[in-house]
């Protein structure tokens, strides 16, 4: 990705950068490695949305170069959006209750045919 970045940097002083999934959990540190990495300014950012800027003096010849990884970085461990299991219950009775649950008549329909 960083050397994606810098081949967009040729053309264009700013990158638009669309993060998706589980990335948008933790923003700040995205940000905080992208400016790291690449060298590069944050100048915007909403949601999943950042631009970076090279800057003024950027030189495609003198760039920083980024090494080959030949090894693949330990994924990040992100918390579930969605509890399993409600506070105060065990594993046992929460699967008890997503019993009755199905079984339970729907109060309306969202559509009828």
């Not at 002083?13 to 590069?40: Q, W, Y």
């Not at 399993?84 to 969202?110: F, H, W």
């Amino acid at each position: 990705m960083l050397e994606v970045i810098h081949l967009h940097w040729k053309r264009r002083r700013s990158v638009k950068i669309r993060c998706k999934g589980v990335p948008t959990m933790a923003m700040d540190n995205v940000c905080f490695h992208l400016e790291d990495k690449t060298g590069g300014k944050i100048i915007h950012r909403i949601g999943g949305t950042v631009h970076l800027f090279r800057g003024r003096n950027y030189n495609t010849r003198f760039r920083p170069k980024i090494p080959l990884m030949l090894w693949k970085p330990a994924a990040p461990i992100y918390p579930r959006l969605i509890k399993r299991i409600p506070d105060g219950l065990t594993k046992e009775e929460a699967i008890e209750m997503q019993k009755r649950g199905r079984k339970v008549q729907p109060l309306c329909n969202l559509g009828c045919f």
